[in-house]
């Protein structure tokens, strides 16, 4: 299991496009991105291993596998993250979750 010290966990990279653009292509992995919902507090996503990391607003931080960067990059833009969540995480067959913290 993947082990998140709490520095990495409470740091937030306050990132613009441009710069999560340049990370994915170059590093395969985005700084934690705070995002606005009701329920999650923060995303990172690392294509490297096809994982996406999200911290809920509870502190508590899930890893859910394989996602692709299309399906990042669909969650990211989504209007509501909580409902795209929802709709494309919570309840898949298709994607392992594991708790981490």
Known sequence: MLKLDE???????????????????????TGWLQVESSNINK??????????YIQFHTNSIYKYSPITESQFRSMYTAPS???????????SNQIICERLV
């Not at 993250?81 to 309840?91: D, E, H, Q």
């Open 7 to 29: 520095m990495a966990v409470n740091s937030v990279n306050n990132i613009s496009s441009n710069t999560i653009e340049y990370d994915l292509l170059h590093y395969g992995v």
């Open 81 to 91: 993250k909580g409902k795209w969540f929802y709709a494309n995480l919570r309840n």
């Open 43 to 52: 995303i990172k996503f690392d294509n490297n291993i096809k994982s996406l």
